[in-house]
């Protein structure tokens, strides 16, 4: 089975900032449109940002709009997200997703990394 790998988890405090990458195993992903979910602790799984596959196109959800930042560096198939000024609600298992879809239900997305752990602290 092809995983994603997210990297750049951690522990931050509140207004912090942290950047999670996720490197994607193969060129074929350059044509894939790139995606973060998180999960937090008794919480469904939801959609925080994505991206298009040419990376012209950017999607977040209303929680973080303004906060977060999704890009993407297509020599390297890799995805980007920057995020700042961290809250404690923000606190979750964020993971990396690619899709062929057009819309951004988890339901949709093809491939998953496993995830990686983002802990804001007060």
């Known amino acids: 089975q092809v995983q994603l790998v997210e990297s750049g988890g951690g522990l931050v405090q509140a207004g912090g900032s942290l950047r999670l990458s996720c490197a994607a195993p193969?060129?074929?992903?350059?044509?894939?449109?790139m995606g973060w979910f998180r999960q937090a602790p008794g919480k469904e799984r939801e959609f925080v940002a994505g991206?298009?596959?040419?990376?012209?196109?950017?999607y977040y959800a209303d929680s973080v709009k303004g906060r977060f930042t999704m890009s993407r560096d297509n020599a390297k198939i890799t995805g980007y997200l920057q995020m700042n000024n961290l809250k404690l609600e923000d606190t979750a298992v964020y993971y990396c997703?690619?899709?062929?879809?057009?819309?951004?239900?988890?339901?949709?997305?093809?491939?998953w990394g496993k995830g990686t752990l983002v802990t804001v602290s007060s």
């Open positions: 193969g060129r074929t992903f350059r044509w894939y449109n």
């Open positions: 997703a690619a899709t062929s879809s057009r819309t951004w239900s988890a339901d949709d997305m093809n491939y």
């Open positions: 991206i298009s596959w040419s990376g012209e196109s950017t």
